[in-house]
């Protein structure tokens, strides 16, 4: 069966409702999600890096802190270099998530960092693939998906509320379907691969 390791940190619980999410969508296409969550002051990422190398693909989450990633995955990622130099995600499918409390709030630079860190792993990135869902200047609406019309990677906003009412529909919409989107392309990678080889 398709794996799918969703591997990220959440301080205050919004990224850990998002990180979720992308879980159901992964699941709604077939295939298994394992989420790992990373702790502060975390610095054994053995078990997270096992579950990575045998994973079809990884989604990395973090909550935007002072416009990049939260210190804790920061650590993961440098973790990761254990597995960089053997090369281990080379042509893994990858794919990432952020949440902060403002719109925009510097959250894109979250995402190129992960994706130039899976970049940095040999992987190959997947981005939303969706249309803006808000792209006009009369329109707030929170229920509609990919609403802060990113592409490199899923943006929800959290505001300053609990975890359980923040981020809205949309944005949870939204992750369901980068999970979806990500476990579909594995599936289909992971045949492809198949093929080849029987090819060959
Ligand atoms: C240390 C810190 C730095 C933050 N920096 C930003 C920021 O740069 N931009 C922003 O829009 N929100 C920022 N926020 C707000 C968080 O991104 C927001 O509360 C988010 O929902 C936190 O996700 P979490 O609950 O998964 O930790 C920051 C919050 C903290 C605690």
Redesign the pocket.
Known sequence: MTQVAIIYH???????VIAKEVARGVEAAGAAPVLLAIQPGQTDFGEFLAIANESDAIVFGS?????TV?APMKAFMDASAAVYFTKQWKDKLGAGFT????P????LNTLTTLAIFAAQHGMLWIGTGQNPGNNDDTSAATDVENRLGSFIGMMAQ?A?ES?EVTPKAGDRATAVSLGRRVAEAAARWRQGAREAVAAA
């Open positions: 959440s301080g205050f619980g919004h990224t850990d909550p935007t802190y002072m416009g939260s949440v902060s409390g403002s925009s709030g510097d959250k959290a300053n975890a």
